[in-house]
């Protein structure tokens, strides 16, 4: 198939090779799943226990990298570059970034003494981050080049974007193409558009992120102090909870489980209740936030409390 997937006088689409970055990524994709299901299917028979907490974790751990390697190789597969008498659009995934013909100053094409060090997303036919190049400067990459000979650097006043399209020389004709033939009537400030789930404020809320980390995190060491020192205790215990109060009771050792399981979904509620919070108002986010770390260190304390009484 013909790089330009589309050329008219008013539009012009195209894709780069993307076959090697998305080949690499649906394989660690597929890799990382089927062992999280294989460990998840192999611990479901193991009782309440440490080697069992540690079996579910690694299951989880797995899940997300394998939704992260599915993300990142559907990205790479609906990379593409669109170029129209107003600008540049470079897709990725479901995020654009959008240049302005009129802010487009140079289109350098690579070579082989330009070696780009790049930090993000990165594997052979794929890189998506930022980086230093030489005789550049900055640089914003949404490629999949196998070598420096395949990139085209397309040069703004305030940075440059890395991009590898399949025929270098046609794409740097097309834009300035574009650029003669623009209007200047376009948009006259490179955005950034996202769409979808890439939309969501939470993604550039770093307090929001650290506070839902630290209360996911305390939730998973509860899960991991009660499942290791579950094969102790006894089959009937005295279960003391809150730590605070004079409840009471001999119950069936399992019951205490119901400690994690009600902090889990006392954490799921409110991560919701912040991710809804966080498209109106970033202070509610927050305190419902803060009060779901704190319930889970109570639970914690909690658990802590119920086991030395148990």
Same mark, same amino acid.
């Given at each position: 198939?013909? @790089?330009l997937? #589309?050329?008219?006088?008013g539009l012009?689409?195209?894709r780069?090779?993307?076959?090697a970055?998305t !080949? +690499?990524?649906? !394989? #660690?994709?597929?890799?990382?799943?089927v062992?999280?299901?294989?460990?998840?299917?192999?611990?479901?028979?193991? @009782?309440?226990s440490? @080697?069992?907490f540690?079996? *579910?974790?690694?299951?989880?751990?797995?899940?997300?990298?394998?939704?992260t390697?599915?993300?990142?190789?559907?990205?790479?597969?609906?990379m593409r570059y669109?170029?129209?008498?107003?600008?540049?659009s470079i897709?990725?995934?479901p +995020?654009?970034?959008?240049?302005?013909m009129?802010?487009? =100053?140079?289109v350098?094409p690579g070579?082989?003494?330009?070696k780009?060090?790049?930090?993000? +997303?990165?594997?052979?036919?794929?890189?998506?981050?930022?980086?230093e190049?030489?005789?550049?400067?900055?640089?914003v990459f949404?490629s /999949?080049h196998?070598?420096a000979q395949?990139l085209?650097y397309?040069?703004?006043?305030a940075?440059? *974007?890395?991009?590898?399209?399949?025929?270098?020389?046609?794409?740097?004709?097309e834009?300035?193409?574009?650029q003669?033939?623009?209007?200047?009537?376009g948009?006259?400030?490179? =955005?950034?558009h996202?769409?979808?789930?890439?939309?969501?404020p939470?993604w550039?809320?770093?307090?929001a992120? *650290?506070?839902a980390?630290?209360a996911?995190?305390?939730?998973?060491a509860?899960?991991?102090?009660?499942?290791?020192?579950y094969?102790?205790?006894?089959?009937? +215990?005295?279960?003391?909870f809150?730590p605070v109060?004079?409840i009471? /009771?001999?119950r069936?050792?399992?019951?205490?489980l /119901?400690?994690?399981? /009600?902090?889990?979904?006392i954490?799921?509620?409110n991560?919701?209740?912040?991710?809804?919070?966080?498209?109106?108002?970033? &202070?509610?986010t927050?305190l419902v936030?803060?009060? =779901?770390?704190f319930?889970?260190?109570?639970? #914690?304390?909690?658990?802590?409390? &119920?086991?030395?009484?148990?």
């Open positions: 198939m013909h @790089p997937l #589309l050329k008219g006088q012009t689409i195209e780069p090779s993307r076959a970055g !080949a +690499i990524g649906t !394989a #660690l994709f597929t890799v990382a799943l062992l999280a299901v294989a460990l998840l299917v192999r611990a479901i028979s193991w @009782p309440a440490w @080697p069992g540690l079996a *579910y974790l690694g299951a989880g751990v797995l899940a997300v990298l394998a939704a390697f599915g993300f990142w190789a559907w990205a790479c597969s609906s669109l170029l129209d008498h107003q600008g540049l897709r990725w995934g +995020i654009t970034h959008f240049l302005p009129s802010s487009i =100053t140079a350098t070579k082989a003494e330009m780009p060090r790049i930090s993000g +997303i990165g594997w052979w036919g794929y890189h998506i981050g930022s980086g190049v030489e005789g550049v400067g900055p640089v949404f /999949t196998r070598s395949e085209v397309v040069r703004t006043a940075v440059a *974007y890395g991009l590898s399209p399949q025929d270098p020389e046609r794409f740097a004709a834009i300035k193409r574009f003669s033939a623009n209007d200047s009537a948009p006259a400030e490179a =955005t950034i996202r769409e979808q789930f890439a939309a969501h939470i550039a809320d770093r307090i992120q *650290y506070l980390l630290a996911i995190a305390v939730n998973v509860l899960w991991g102090y009660v499942l290791a020192v094969p102790d205790l006894n089959n009937e +215990i005295t279960i003391e809150p109060g004079d009471t /009771t001999l069936a050792r399992s019951e205490i /119901t400690i994690p399981a /009600t902090a889990s979904v954490l799921v509620v991560l919701l209740a912040g991710l809804i919070f966080e498209w109106k108002e970033r &202070a509610a927050y936030l803060s009060a =779901t770390l319930f889970q260190l109570l639970f #914690l304390i909690g658990a802590i409390v &119920a086991v030395v009484n148990a």
